[in-house]
């Protein structure tokens, strides 16, 4: 082709990435790969190929992780971590911006390599991947050197496993990472199968930033390799992203273990245009959305939402942009879809669509290379119930439906198990701002798609996961209290006495669901007797109905979230006010109950309904600084229903020290009392009565902990769940929450101190609350 | 009163090759207007991106950079302007290249686009230029603030016609968008186009001082309305020239026009664009963006002066592997 002919002709030509650093890297290693442990490369084991997607050619072999391999790697992260530990957290900060450096320093060998394993374009790699993981290494440096002054009575963790995916592979290595180290814990990380390279990579590199052997540990392999190191003891935390299926897994396999945990799923994301936006913007970010790393992102905008004036507008100028796109050798500089990561990704991909009977489908009309790829696709004039609407395909396809009110855009784009991220266009910042909150979503962006930064928090809701990366969210994840807890023993009931003393008038003690007292759905009670002897009353045996319904009820009393935070400080300050009226009453009672004098107890009570009344309107979010010309805003926001078994032995104090934060904070609850001395509970719903709280917002259900505990943890209709029982019903409830994924707080058969310090405060609002990060960036 | 010259004829051997109708632009729809959006932060991030999606190298290289060549309104617009001056920039125009550079491409006989003036060089550009089909442009109406009498503004463009002029770039009147009075802008532009009779009429939107994009899509929305063959950004005099934000902007309204009317509007962005590889960056959006038509010069220009120079170094350099200097280069 002579220069004439493209001349006339005004073709792209080829535009390679030179590959060959890596190669040569690969090279020295003689294209085999052991794992990376104790600051030194393992001989390698049995091997698997890992391979280039785009051209189907092995680039080298790498070693299948066995239970013994990630027994040394435990080894020798369990030896290194106290050393890491007691380093300053300046001396922390110096080896991670050694690390951001180096990255810097490699960024090109490090994102050719990136591409090679994993078949994303050059562009991506080099432009945004390694980018951010660099970004994510010098913030946490930063995070490291604040730690002590800014987090005293902290610690960290332990030795932490994290099993990362195959779509952003360095960049996921670095959001595990750079958070744990900074914290002072060690790490074993597994890599996905498909894209280990990059992370070896790092791993020798790391001994150019003096990072002490031990302190990272990469074992590579497959899902069994990652099994394993989530079911080896010597591990205190598992962070996983992946895919939702293997998240409940490991919700189940670390249940009752100790582990601590944090997932970051799947997601179906909504991506809303309504009429007034800036609908070729909006086509861009979409672009960005589903077609960024050929659609294999979790946070990835699949769903489009658009309003139906535009919609046939908007479709067409879409497919006239899909068509424009270049799909092709991922390492060419002037392509925008690269390979699909795997042939079995491509296979579930094409299954996925090809199974597909409802709407139309439209793929870009561009040339599509032979090999690992797939076209960018458009499926329009889906409903609501079309499986492609629901599933994650991740891949490069876009499911498509209208809407015609902000309320009705509202109810689809939650109208899923998920809830990651959720992007709004609209050029009316009332309508933005208003939506943004309604969104079920750990991320919200606003006219952006895709923002990241080691600053704004990152994570999910509903079955998209928990916990946060990024940010001092983020850091929180991989510290722990420094205190040692102390065991917390079994507390019966007092049993029939011998010769029971019986009192003139009978007392009935009901359970209380949506501001009414009800009598339990199975018709049995059982007696409450005085340490002394006395019968004090009887107290309904909850079952599984009742909690149904409780749960109903506190759905109906959701508006209640919607209320200021001035207005539940108010309701706070009530419930405190009745209950000092009646103090004397309750404290007899306490004594009653448990033998001991109540009457510090009621005290403490007031005052833990004072601080959550002062919290309602003071647990404020933040602005994130973030490097765009915009704002990221950090709101909590409520979780929604929150089912808590309170502790036995403060059958007053540690009901409400349940309570207040959660509804302070705007959630409804269902609350399930001391199992030993639940009449105080049933005492307290009078309070209530007369403290102008909404019917549904606190409900009591009375009854038996391990019981109730498997109905609260499985209901698919409650977020989050708390047990300070001290029956030994922590790890049911871990594996039952497996149902919704959703988050929970255990005392692991570990005391807490309800009338001191760790009764209350922050620990109790976190819990309380979902970080949600709305991205606005703004300028005109 | 408003005058209404006669339309003049002009030699249309001179206009560059036209291969599209005309637009006969159309009836003002304010409500068309009134709902264009231009979301800044958006546009910003998609300009952030565009050097980084597209890349040309090797022979693709310099081919697409013989190819901005031919874009080229090679241009002078300065006070000190002589006749002497000028015909050292038609000779400029004529032979944009070194002979043995272009010879050693394969590309002789190149030539840039057209040869940008004022008023009063249009004759002297005209004779320079004979014998080639490089077209005249003329700069008009009061440029570059467009704030002589409207009378004026109209004989102006008349005066150039006359003069041989093939395209004329008038300014609009700014104060006509920063008070949203797009009825006054539609009515001014129809009566330039008028003016212009045979002769390409490229609109300045100087959008450097519109203050917003969402300003310079509606500005470059009414000017289509109005008949305008050419959008163009800058006068080249503004604070800020064109920039890939307000080039993202008016293409879009182009392709929207183009969705609604059939009709094919050319863009010209001038000013600020000195690197070959600025340059890149514009092609590759142009084909993207509107597609090959709109990389001929009848739809797509460069006002630049200082262009020309560097992709002369990059062409050097991509014949012999050393990097150039501008004194190898004849002046223009």
């Known amino acids: 082709m002579t220069i004439r002919d493209i001349f006339n002709e005004m073709s792209y030509g080829p535009a390679p990435e030179s590959s060959a650093e890596a190669q040569d890297w690969l090279t020295q290693h003689g294209n085999r790969f052991g794992h990376w442990i104790d600051g030194a490369f393992t001989k390698p084991g049995e091997t698997f190929a890992t391979s280039n997607p785009s051209t189907g050619k092995p680039l080298a072999d790498v070693t299948q992780g066995t239970v013994k391999d990630i ?28 690390l951001a450096r180096l990255v810097q320093k490699h960024s090109r060998l ?7 394993d994993n078949g994303k374009p050059i562009r991506e790699s080099r432009d945004i991947d390694i980018p951010l993981v660099a970004r994510h290494f010098y913030y946490h440096a930063g995070l490291a050197q604040l730690l002590t002054s800014e987090l005293p009575g902290t610690a960290p963790l332990g030795v932490c496993g994290a099993i990362i995916p195959w779509n952003f592979p360095l960049l996921m290595l670095a959001w595990k990472v750079a958070p744990a180290l900074a914290a002072g814990n060690t790490v074993i990380l597994k890599p996905a199968e498909y894209t280990p390279l990059t992370a070896l990579l790092f791993a020798e590199l790391s001994r150019e930033a003096g990072l002490p052997k031990g302190v990272l540990n990469i074992v590579t392999g497959d899902g069994a390799t990652g099994e394993a190191l989530v079911n080896r003891a010597g591990i205190n935390k598992i962070a996983f992203t992946g895919s939702t299926q293997v998240g409940r897994k490991i919700r189940e396999a670390t249940a009752g273990t100790g582990k601590s945990l944090t997932l970051e799923l799947g997601g179906k994301s909504p991506y809303i245009v309504f009429d007034d936006a800036d609908l070729d913007s909006a086509i861009e970010g979409l672009v960005d959305a589903i077609w960024f790393n050929q659609g294999q992102v979790c946070c990835a905008g699949s769903r489009l939402l658009v309003q139906e004036g535009v919609a046939d507008r908007f479709h067409a100028k879409l497919k006239r942009r899909m068509d424009g796109l270049r799909i092709g050798d991922p390492l060419d500089k002037c392509i925008d879809v690269g390979a699909v990561v795997d042939p079995v990704q491509l296979a579930s991909i094409t299954r996925m669509v090809d199974a597909n009977r409802d709407g139309e489908i439209y793929h870009a009309a561009t040339p599509l290379p032979a090999g690992c790829f797939y076209p960018p696709t458009l499926i329009t004039g889906l409903s609501a119930a079309s499986t492609l609407m629901q599933e994650e395909i991740f891949g490069p396809v876009l499911v498509s439906m209208t809407f015609r009110t902000p309320d009705e855009a509202v109810q689809l784009a939650n109208n899923t198990r998920y809830g990651l991220a959720a992007t709004v266009w609209t050029e009316n910042i009332n309508l933005a701002l208003d939506i943004a909150p309604k969104l079920k979503a750990g991320v919200v962006w606003i006219n952006a798609t895709n923002l990241f930064d080691a600053a704004a928090a990152f994570g999910g809701v509903r079955e998209s996961g928990f916990g946060r990366e990024g940010g001092w969210e983020g850091l929180m994840a991989y510290l722990k209290p420094a205190t040692t807890p102390k065991p917390l023993r079994p507390i019966p009931a007092i049993p029939a006495p011998n010769a029971p003393e019986i009192p003139d008038l009978d007392r009935t003690a009901k359970l209380y669901i949506g501001g009414k007292q009800a009598r339990p759905d199975g018709g049995y009670s059982k007696p409450v007797w005085s340490a002394k002897g006395k019968l004090l009353g009887h107290v309904g045996i909850g079952n599984r109905k009742d909690i149904r319904n409780a749960v109903e009820a506190a759905h109906a009393a959701k508006g209640w979230a919607k209320a200021t935070g001035h207005a539940r400080a108010q309701t706070l300050y009530y419930i405190a006010e009745n209950l000092s009226a009646r103090a004397s009453e309750f404290s007899a009672r306490l004594r009653d109950l448990t033998g001991r004098s109540g009457e510090a107890e009621v005290e403490a009570t007031i005052s833990r309904l004072f601080t959550y009344a002062a919290w309602a309107d003071k647990y404020d979010g933040q602005a994130k600084s973030v490097p765009i010309r915009g704002v990221a805003l950090a709101i909590n926001e409520p979780c929604g229903v929150i089912g808590a078994i309170a502790p036995d032995d403060a059958p007053l104090l540690g009901l409400i020290s349940v ?36 019917g549904g917002v606190v409900n009591i259900v009375t009854g038996s902990h391990a019981e109730l505990a498997k109905t609260l943890a499985g209901h698919m209709d409650i977020d989050a769940v708390w047990s300070f029982s001290s029956s030994d019903i922590s790890a049911q409830i871990e594996r039952d929450s497996a149902a919704n994924i959703k988050r929970c707080w255990v005392n692991r058969a570990h005391a807490r101190d309800w009338s001191g310090a760790e009764g209350e405060g922050r620990e109790f609002l976190r819990q309380s609350t979902e970080v949600k990060t709305v991205w606005i960036p703004y300028g005109e | 009163m408003l005058t209404h010259p006669t339309p003049v004829a002009t030699a249309t051997d001179q206009l560059p090759q036209v291969t599209h109708p005309r637009n006969p632009g159309m009836a003002l729809d304010l409500d068309w207007v009134a709902s264009v959006q231009a979301n800044t932060s958006a546009i910003e991030r998609r300009c952030a991106a565009l050097p980084g999606r597209r890349s040309v190298k090797k022979d693709w290289q310099a081919a697409w950079l013989l190819k901005a060549i031919t874009l080229i309104d090679l241009t002078t617009l300065s006070g000190d302007d002589t006749e002497g001056r000028v015909k050292r920039l038609c000779a400029k125009a004529r032979q944009p290249v070194r002979a043995d550079l272009l010879d050693d491409l394969g590309m002789s006989g190149l030539t840039t686009g057209a040869v940008c003036v004022y008023h009063d060089m249009v004759a002297s550009a005209v004779q320079a230029l004979e014998g080639t089909n490089i077209p005249v442009a003329a700069v008009s109406t009061g440029f570059p603030a467009g704030l002589s009498p409207f009378k004026l503004r109209i004989a102006e463009i008349g005066e150039s016609v006359r003069a041989g002029a093939a395209e004329i770039d008038i300014v609009i009147s700014r104060r006509h968008v920063l008070t949203q009075n797009w009825q006054a802008l539609y009515d001014e532009t129809v009566e330039m186009r008028a003016a212009c009779g045979d002769a390409h009429m490229k609109t300045i939107l100087a959008t450097g001082e519109l203050g917003t994009l969402r300003n310079v899509a509606r500005a470059s929305l009414v000017c289509m309305m109005a008949g305008a063959d050419f959008i163009k950004t800058s006068t080249g005099k503004e604070g800020v020239n064109a920039t890939l934000p307000v080039s993202v902007v008016m293409i879009r309204a182009i392709r929207d026009y183009l969705d609604r009317t059939g009709i094919k509007i050319g863009y010209k962005p001038a000013g600020g664009i000195g690197k070959a590889t600025d340059a890149l960056v514009y092609l590759s959006l142009m084909k993207d963006e509107l597609g090959p038509p709109w990389l001929q010069p009848d739809l797509f220009r460069f006002g630049a002066s200082s262009l020309l120079g560097d992709i002369e170094r990059q062409l050097e350099h991509h014949l012999t592997g050393r990097y150039s200097a501008a004194n190898r280069h004849p002046m223009g």
């Open chain 1, 71 to 98: 027994d040394t790697a435990i080894a020798a992260a369990r030896r290194a971590q106290p050393k890491w530990a007691r380093l300053s957290g300046h001396q922390r900060a110096k080896h991670l911006y050694a």
């Open chain 1, 659 to 694: 309570m207040a934060p959660a509804i302070a904070m705007g959630n409804t609850c269902v609350l399930v009392p001391s199992e030993a001395f639940p009449l105080a509970a049933t005492d307290f719903y009078q309070v209530l009565d007369t403290s102008d709280l909404p």
């Open chain 1, 110 to 116: 490090l994102a050719v390599m990136e591409t090679m």
